[in-house]
Nanobody, 120 residues
Framework: VQLQAFGGGLVQAGKSLKLSCVLSGDTFIRYGMGWYRQVPGKEREFVSRTSQTGDYRYYADSVRGRFTLARDNAKNTVTLQMNSLKPEDTAIYYC??????????????WGQGTEVTVSS
């Protein structure tokens, strides 16, 4: 399984950015999908995850109401729409996949990371 993430960049606070992640090498609907982020020197933290069907989605308190996770099972893609970005959202964002990601946050595969920088 490979996860290819893209869409990061530099934006001003208050603006929006959309991340995408494509899964290849296996059947997409077998996997719960999600996003985590990491600031250098800190632990990787949970951002959002969704079930295999997309019916259930969880968000970290810090992003709830601003970020929206969606998956398109026809395109093997999961997206993270990030609105009202804040400087504290600056991090490297990692796409994640796992068959038990939704129920037990078990990540089987990580994407390569895409950098998001929010300037004040």
């Amino acid at each position: 399984v490979q996860l290819q993430a893209f869409g990061g960049g530099l934006v001003q606070a208050g603006k929006s950015l959309k991340l995408s992640c494509v899964l290849s090498g296996d059947t997409f609907i077998r996997y719960g999908m999600g996003w985590y982020r990491q600031v250098p020197g800190k632990e990787r933290e949970f951002v959002s995850r969704t079930s295999q069907t997309g019916d259930y989605r969880y968000y970290a308190d810090s992003v709830r109401g601003r970020f929206t996770l969606a998956r398109d099972n026809a395109k093997n893609t999961v997206t993270l729409q990030m609105n009202s970005l804040k400087p504290e959202d600056t991090a490297i964002y990692y796409c994640a996949a796992g068959r038990a990601l939704m129920s037990r946050q078990i990540v089987e595969y990580w994407g390569q990371g895409t950098e998001v920088t929010v300037s004040s």
